[in-house]
């Protein structure tokens, strides 16, 4: 089974619209590839928006813990309060008088780190550890294959921790349906989620756009790759806006030693397809960018088969 990871240096950059172009090809294109469907960017899951999943399981997703006092116990030493290195201990109001005998100290939810170090000092026991539902990942059936999705909740963390069991369960799935690829949707940028989202990939895709930014992202991107020894392509979004950067981008996946294999223009058709809740390539095929969009997934879909071998 071989997994391709879709990466952009940051958000924005079309990769979910390829991302949902490929879920299309894979299902419904000249030689289809039966595909699961993974969408690792649990912070901004827009892969739903383009397939219209019926969902199939919803499940917690239970993040880290957070502290919590018990105001019966809590005598009010402001031991906690000093040892908590987040100020996330709340003191009581000073209309609340004492905290003892139930008035007053509480632990702020969001600015706790879970590092328990306010249980273990509390002379009272009366801090404990709860674990935090963190999000939900679902289990979803499209109509171009089986969707793992999932929406971590604002002001959250642990997305590497999500994006891995979103990950582990569409690789189960297709360990079960003999399938032969997974399309993983990745986070933008190079952060935790993104090296949870690639870690284990076959290939990566990297979706650059041709600007000062995006330039400066993709050598990111791609420093990550080769640092975790994942093979790695390049494809230029709205190439035509630009023409110096594509220079420039050429430049960089020369130097690195990375393929760029192909160029997609500038084409309102693909707001028009979001808009409308279609991959592009289904919307309309005939417009240049499914055009160049089809292409580009020949060429992957072709390394996926035979690794490493020149498609371009
Ligand atoms: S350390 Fe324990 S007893 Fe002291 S203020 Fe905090 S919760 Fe209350
Ligand atoms: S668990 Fe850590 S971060 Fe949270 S309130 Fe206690 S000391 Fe502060």
Known sequence: MKQLVILSGKGGTGKTSVAAAFAHLACEGPSPLRAVLADADV?????????????????DFTGG?????????CQGCEVCEQVCHFDAILPPSPQSGSAAGGEGYAVDPIACDGCAACVYQCPEQAIRMEPQIAG?????????GMLFHANLYPAQENSGKLVTLVKQNARLCALDGDYPIIIVDGPP?????VISAAAGASLALIVAEPTVAGIHDLERVLQTTIHFRIPALVVINKADI???????????????????IGQIPFDPTVTEAMLNGEPVTAYRAESPSSQA???????VSAWLVSPGEPHA
């Open 43 to 59: 912070d901004a899951a827009n892969l739903e928006l383009v397939l219209h999943p019926q969902r199939l399981e919803t499940h």
């Open 65 to 73: 813990s957070v502290a919590v006092i018990d105001p019966e116990r």
């Open 136 to 144: 939900c990942w679902y289990h979803s059936e499209s109509r171009f």
């Open 189 to 193: 940028g190079i952060g935790c989620p």
């Open 242 to 260: 630009y023409p110096q950067g594509v220079v420039e981008i050429e430049a960089v996946c020369a130097e690195l030693d990375v393929e760029l």
């Open 293 to 299: 969009l089809i292409a580009i997934w020949q060429i």
